[in-house]
């Protein structure tokens, strides 16, 4: 999650760097734009429209994550 005094281009990088490591999911919240990107390997970033949860896909089958408190 992006903390205030985060950059949101070196965010982006880092999360680049985990999918080139072989991660297969991962969220940047952006309280601040109330955005979250979504990445996943080998696919365009998502930016879903306010979206209230988060769902961990065929990665983590079953988990979730309420965005109630972020965003």
């Not at 281009?9 to 990107?37: C, F, H, S």
């Not at 979504?38 to 209230?52: A, F, H, K, M, S």
Request: glycine share 8%.
């Amino acid at each position: 999650m992006r903390s205030a005094t985060d950059e949101l281009e070196t965010l982006r990088n880092k999360m680049r760097e985990y999918l080139d490591a072989g991660v297969q999911l991962g969220w940047l919240i952006n309280p601040q734009q109330q955005q979250v990107e979504i990445y996943r390997q080998g696919e365009d970033v998502e930016v879903p429209n306010l979206p209230t949860e988060l769902s961990g896909e065929n990665i983590l089958p079953g988990f979730s994550l309420s965005l109630s408190r972020y965003l």
